[in-house]
């Protein structure tokens, strides 16, 4: 007759417990990351550059023509 050892299921069952402990950990981590990354991404590319806005306001202040406006930005998309 096939007798279990409790010694090595116990033993086993303790490793695993303390490795599945760690890779949660490390897969909680790398969404935490990649969630960083991708929200810089998303905010990166929502924010207008600085020489947009300030040709925008300048425009929207009357200090320039519309057909300057216009030439300014075709020349910032360059």
Known sequence: MMMWSCGNWNSFMGWHMSGG??????????????????????????????????????????????QEYLTRKNNLKK
């Open 21 to 66: 402990w760690l890779l949660v950990g490390l897969l909680i981590a790398i969404v935490i990351i990649l969630g960083f990354f991708f929200s810089y991404l998303f905010i990166k590319n929502q924010r207008p550059t600085t020489a947009f806005k300030i040709l925008d306001e300048s425009y929207a202040k009357g200090k320039i023509s519309y």
